[in-house]
């Protein structure tokens, strides 16, 4: 009988761990979940500013075919570079 009261204890000690293991694991999931709406909306963002980067990057490069004077064209060129560097850093951000 004892064996028996013995099983038994152990058997809802291992059960009460397993429904408090339950809990946390149910709470890490809705925390990731939360996590992974946040990502999505990053990686929304990320994709909609690549694409006002990309807009402006044709809008520089055909001012820069159309620009005539040197200096306007450094200018151009210096900016252009930032727009690249602007770009390459949202596809970075993408990638991870």
């Known amino acids: ?19 408090k293991k339950q809990v946390v694991l149910q709470n890490e999931n809705t925390d990731l979940k939360s996590r992974n709406v ?14 006002e980067l990309a807009e402006q990057n044709k809008v520089v490069k055909i001012a820069k075919a159309v620009t005539e004077d040197d200096d306007d064209r450094k200018e151009q060129r210096k900016r252009l570079n930032e727009l690249v560097r602007e770009i390459d850093k949202c596809i970075a951000l993408l990638n991870n």
């Open 38 to 51: 946040e990502l999505e909306q990053l990686v929304t963002q990320q994709k909609n500013a690549l694409s």
């Open 1 to 19: 009988m004892e064996n028996l009261d013995s099983y038994i204890n152990n058997l809802t000690v291992r059960v009460e761990m397993l429904a």
